[in-house]
């Protein structure tokens, strides 16, 4: 089997459970550290000549990530490819477990073991704080309806305020963030890099805190580390 992965957190999850068969992944795919195999350039837009070069078996994408014109056209190159869209933990965890079986992996691997332990011990919050979490500057980028980040927030005891507009990424002006009067501001630090100076200013006497986008918006290994360490870092404001 030869795959190549256009989703940084699949490709993790493949390199922890069958590295032999990667043989391909984009510039973005950044974990696990040192991965040496073939680079097809960006998840958006992947030099398909070079997937194709690499001879693959299966393709993996996702509808958020990659552009489903780019799945089409390696199906009509003949490639099989495999494309997700979690947008609730439940649905990641799920979608997972299919990934390893079409890896031809009948036990799962210790990281997806632990995640679902993971996430099935988390705690039912008993309230919500309301929060605005921008993903984006210049313009203002924010969560909005039916994203996993907001599932993964929403289990974590964090509202998002835009979790019933009509747009999963709302663009509002910063008075109408300001004007929802959030108790809390949520700044990941991808895919816009949020940081201590770059962010909370905005948002003048409202708690804010920084997050590892990797753990907010990957579904991977990394949701076996997800709940305790985002929910650390969420009690702490910047």
Excluded: I
């Amino acid at each position: 089997m030869r795959v190549v992965s256009l989703v940084p957190s699949l490709t993790e999850a493949v390199a922890l459970t069958r590295p032999e068969v990667l043989v391909g992944a984009t510039d973005w795919c950044t974990h696990p550290a040192g991965l040496d195999l073939g680079r097809v350039g960006g998840s958006k837009y992947p030099d398909l000549d070079r997937v194709l070069a690499l001879r693959p078996d299966l393709v993996l994408l996702n509808e958020e990530e990659n552009r489903l014109a780019d799945a089409d056209a390696l199906r009509a190159a003949g490639v099989p490819v495999r494309v997700t869209f979690p947008r609730t933990v439940p649905e990641a965890l799920t979608q997972l477990g299919e990934l390893v079986a079409a890896l031809d992996v009948t036990d799962e691997p210790d990281w997806l073991r632990a995640a679902r332990r993971a996430w099935a011990d988390l705690p039912t919050p008993t309230s919500h704080r309301a929060a605005v979490v921008p993903v984006w500057r210049r313009p203002w980028v924010v969560l909005g309806r039916d994203t996993f980040a907001g599932d993964v927030l929403h289990r974590l005891g964090v509202a998002n305020q835009w979790a019933g507009h009509a747009e999963r990424y709302p663009r509002p002006s910063l008075d109408e963030l300001r004007g929802r009067r959030p108790s809390l501001v949520v700044l990941p630090d991808e895919p816009y890099r949020f940081t201590a100076g770059d962010g909370p200013e905005a948002f003048p006497r409202v708690p804010a805190t920084l997050v590892s986008g990797r753990h907010l918006t990957w579904y991977g290994p990394s949701l076996a580390e997800a709940p305790a360490l985002l929910a650390a870092q969420l009690a702490r404001p910047v």
